[in-house]
């Protein structure tokens, strides 16, 4: 678990340290979307290689491998004195996520082979993926009151020590009893599929059409077509494409996408709302931001003993439901809003989404293979991964299109470096620090309004897409269940064309 929840808390961890980041190293409104987004885009991309790495050398080694790379970009990314090189370390930290967060839940599923026991260990191993995510604001505001931005990265390098340290000794090395050669075109092609189409839907979604960002999702989505090409031909593949194929597999991988394209797109809103709307320190927003977690304690059981009496599509689809209703509830948010008012809708939300991201995370490890444990995990993270990005990318460009919108409309005439002021509400409240008291009055509630209605649009779309997520769950998991018998690996290509084949 302490791997997953350094890798987790990075999502997330300098929300309330990007203030700091952009006074310091002075990054371009772009350079900050790529320090915020580059991890998860890295690691996203890397995760399908090295689960199947894992698979190979052992995902207790891959474990220590990673421990190290995450502990050395730590403490590269806390020393960094420019924007480029603090997006370069971002990409390492991905590097080193990524090979950690696969052996986890590979790890999880050849441990525990009674289907009760391995219930409860994904159960804590989903509370402990969002709980980093919603510790990592906390410890970052905590650090924040009392030592520079670089410290929310060194916070990590005693526990990856720790982790290296430990590890020999209390985890079991695990490993594929089928051990193919690593196939470096299939890692290259991976990455390739998905970073273009990321680049291009993050583009597109803030800045409306343009033939570079087409250019890039469409020759992503080639690669994309030309990897599972490979795959389908490979005599070990990274990906096994039957069980990929298998409702009781991909629906869940589908399933946990959308719950995190809503979970960590809406998290930077409800963070900077806190923080730059209602005007609280970082540590007091952070703080203030883990009460959500109450709703997480009450439904994640909740939906483990409804799961246990009833057919779990339903009971994901109602917890989908339930979150839809939470995003609506914020999207009624308005500047001047108490502040109950939008815990009270984070809570519903958040329950809503843990409870059913913890069945789909079960349904899904069941169904796979233990001796393809890795390769499973790894589709499974990098669904959420990849929804966390495009989440934070697509939802992040709806607020910020209303945003500059509003502001466009409600600008005071003569306002100086307006399209700062535009921009974000960050760069509006710097702008307003040099103005009149009065002019500088009437900016700030400008902007406030302006991206309290941003976050509303956020919302609203968040919120159709979990309703969206509760059909699909009801219409395709009906049925499904961990009483399924797992997918066996897929035979080899060469078996399933009656070739002899020659086993290294």
Request: charged share 10%; with cysteine; glycine share 12%.
């Amino acid at each position: 678990m302490l791997p997953l929840l350094l890798v987790s808390m990075d999502v997330s961890v300098l929300y309330f340290a990007i203030p700091y980041i952009s006074q310091d190293l002075e990054p371009s409104a772009t350079q900050q979307l790529w320090i915020l987004d580059m991890y998860g885009f890295v690691l996203a991309g890397l995760l399908i290689t090295m689960g199947a790495l894992g698979d190979r050398i052992g995902r207790r080694t891959l474990v220590l491998v990673g421990a190290a790379v995450f502990g050395s970009a730590s403490v590269a990314a806390a020393y960094a004195d420019s924007a480029g090189l603090l997006i370069a370390v971002r990409a390492l930290l991905g590097i080193g996520g990524a090979a950690l967060m696969p052996s986890t839940l590979a790890l999880i599923r050849n441990l525990f082979h009674d289907e009760k026991q391995r219930g409860k260990a994904v159960t804590i191993w989903t509370a402990v993926m969002t709980t980093g995510i919603s510790l990592g604001p906390v410890v970052s505001g905590l650090l924040l009151e009392h030592f520079w931005w670089g410290s929310v990265f060194l916070i990590n390098l005693p526990a990856m020590v720790l982790l290296i340290v430990l590890v020999p000794f209390l985890v079991p090395e695990s490993t594929s009893p089928v051990r193919g050669r690593f196939d470096l075109p299939s890692a290259l092609l991976s990455l390739g599929s998905l970073l273009p189409v990321i680049y291009g839907v993050k583009e597109w979604a803030r800045h409306g059409y343009a033939p570079l960002p087409a250019l890039a999702i469409g020759a992503g989505l080639l690669m994309g077509l030309v990897f599972v090409r490979r795959q389908g031909r490979l005599t070990h593949p990274m990906i096994d494409l039957a069980l990929v194929g298998r409702r009781t597999f991909g629906g869940p991988v589908l399933a946990n996408m959308l719950a995190m394209f809503a979970t960590v797109g809406m998290a930077v809103f409800f963070t900077q709302y806190l923080q730059s709307v209602l005007s609280q320190s970082p540590l007091t927003a952070a703080l203030w931001s883990l009460v959500p977690a109450v709703g997480v304690a009450v439904m994640a059981p909740t939906g483990a003993v409804l799961a246990r009496r009833t057919d779990r599509a339903y009971v994901m689809g109602g917890g989908f439901l339930v979150s839809a209703c939470g995003f609506l509830w914020l999207s009624t948010v308005q500047a001047d809003s108490p502040l109950w008012l939008v815990l009270a809708g984070g809570s519903v939300y958040a329950g809503g989404l843990v409870a059913s991201m913890t069945l789909a995370n079960e349904l899904a490890l069941g169904a796979a293979p233990p001796e393809r444990a890795g390769s499973a995990a790894a589709v499974l993270e990098a669904g959420q991964e990849l929804g966390g990005a495009l989440g934070m990318a697509i939802l992040g460009s709806v607020g910020a299109a209303v945003y500059s919108r509003d502001m466009s409309d409600s600008l005071p005439a003569g306002v100086p470096d307006a399209d700062a002021v535009r921009e974000t509400l960050g760069g509006a409240a710097a702008v307003a620090a040099d103005l009149p008291a009065a002019t500088a009055d009437a900016v700030l509630t400008a902007a406030r309004e302006a991206f309290t209605h941003g976050m509303g649009a956020a919302a609203v779309g968040a919120a159709v897409v979990m309703a969206a997520a509760g059909v699909f769950s009801v219409g395709l998991l009906h049925g499904a269940g961990t009483t399924d018998h797992p997918v066996q690996a897929a035979p080899p290509a060469a078996e399933r064309e009656g070739a002899p084949l020659v086993r290294p």
